[in-house]
């Protein structure tokens, strides 16, 4: 049997496919761009981002992932950027992803389940790096690198005033797709 290349603990597999992304991704990592990743669901994107961008890109800071798909709309701002205390009835001050990840990279998960209502919200945080907790009135800041993940078509989404364009821009700076799984068959008995 032949030894499973690893890349910080887990396995991609053997195909030139994954070698182009694995190469393509410790390239561009040391960036400040944002990167969205693109693929279908079970194609490893969170794991590309935590075990192969992330350690690639030099920070210091943490690795901070957040599931935007299995938060409810009302939930997202909180997580992302907090909540002061009494913002809402039984509200604690908490931190949120963006203070979490300071000095280190937030991956947003499923990005293209964020609702309209929270997407210009989340456009000034990546574009200033400034944020309010929910309930708070003072400015602050994280530096983050942001690693963006989705398996919808965001240009259908655009297009259907269901994503903001200006969002989509942000996001998509340098796009890695990872490639299914039958489209790199040689990976299936390795896997």
Known sequence: TRALPETGGYAFGQSAAMARVRRDAVVLAPTSLPILVLGETGTGKSALAERVIHPATGREGPFVAVDLAALPETLIAAELFGTARGAFS???ERRGRFEEAHGGTLFLDEIGNVPPP???RLLRAL???EFERVG???T???DV????ATNAD???LVAT????EDLLFRINTIEIRMPPLRERVEDILLL
């Open 118 to 120: 929270q997407q210009a």
């Open 154 to 156: 965001l240009p259908q």
């Open 127 to 129: 574009e200033t790096g």
């Open 140 to 142: 602050q800041r994280a």
């Open 161 to 164: 005033a269901r994503f903001r």
């Open 136 to 138: 708070a009135s003072r």
């Open 145 to 148: 690198r942001i690693v963006s």
């Open 90 to 92: 039984g509200a604690v």
